[in-house]
Nanobody, 123 residues
């Protein structure tokens, strides 16, 4: 059983930055594709970014390209989402996800999810 936990959310002014962290208990994430998703009030859960097992392939939603960076440190069993130039529209609960069946990103194939961390962006 893979248990994911996100941290690093909080309140930030528009234009500011936050770094989110995702860790796991139960087993190593090092061979899994990993992703970040978000859900804003009144909206469904949306894809934000994904990364392959090695960390040399990344994928981004158009809305965050150039502003967000997904990365991972397998030695620390941790995945990161660096969020820069934050906009009010980025406010959401951010979820970390793991795909235990694939080493590279496959849309719709994430198996495990964290509980989410709140990101609030004030203007």
């Amino acid at each position: 059983q893979v248990l994911l936990e996100e941290s690093g959310g909080g309140l930030v002014q528009a234009g500011g930055s936050l770094r989110l962290f995702c860790g796991a208990s139960g087993r190593s994430l090092s061979s899994y594709a990993m992703g970040w998703f978000r859900q804003a009030p009144g909206k469904g859960r949306a894809f934000v970014a994904a990364i392959n097992w090695r960390g040399d392939k990344t994928y981004y939603a158009d809305s965050v390209k150039g502003r967000f960076t997904i990365s991972r440190d397998n030695a620390k069993n941790t995945v990161y989402l660096q969020m820069n130039s934050l906009k009010p529209e980025d406010a959401a609960v951010y979820y970390c996800a793991a795909d235990a069946r694939h080493s590279d990103y496959v849309p719709g194939s994430f198996d495990y999810w964290g509980q989410g961390t709140q990101v609030t962006v004030s203007s």
